[in-house]
Nanobody, 126 residues
Framework: QVQLVESGGGLVQAGGSLRLSCAAS????????MGWFRQAPGEDREFVAA????????YYAHSVKGRFTISRDNGKITVYLQMNSLKPEDTAVYYC???????????????????WGQGTQVTVSS
């Protein structure tokens, strides 16, 4: 059974920072790319960032590039999303996901991802 558990969400003022964590079961994590997506109220879920299995390749949505950093610790079976300079438009439920077939890539299409966490709420006040 694959399990992904996100944590680290909360309420923060604009300009502040949060770090999200996603703890994965070992079988899901090994050799897989990981991604973060988000869904704001009334909106479709959208790509935020992805990282390949080694951590050597990352990919970001234009809206977060330069502000967010994705990383992973394969020893701790955890992927992180460091979010700086947060804006009210970053408010959403954030999901982590596993992409089993990405190879060396870090992909952005939701359909490429096989397993999803339950999500963690991030709220940025103005």
């Amino acid at each position: 059974q694959v399990q992904l558990v996100e944590s680290g969400g909360g309420l923060v003022q604009a300009g502040g920072s949060l770090r999200l964590s996603c703890a994965a079961s070992g079988r899901a994590f090994s050799g897989c790319s990981m991604g973060w997506f988000r869904q704001a109220p009334g909106e479709d879920r959208e790509f935020v960032a992805a990282i390949n299995w080694s951590g050597g390749s990352t990919y970001y949505a234009h809206s977060v590039k330069g502000r967010f950093t994705i990383s992973r610790d394969n020893g701790k079976i955890t992927v992180y999303l460091q979010m700086n300079s947060l804006k009210p438009e970053d408010t959403a439920v954030y999901y982590c996901a596993v992409d089993r077939d990405a190879g060396w890539d870090a992909r952005s299409e939701e359909d490429d991802y096989d397993y999803w966490g339950q999500g963690t709420q991030v709220t940025v006040s103005s």
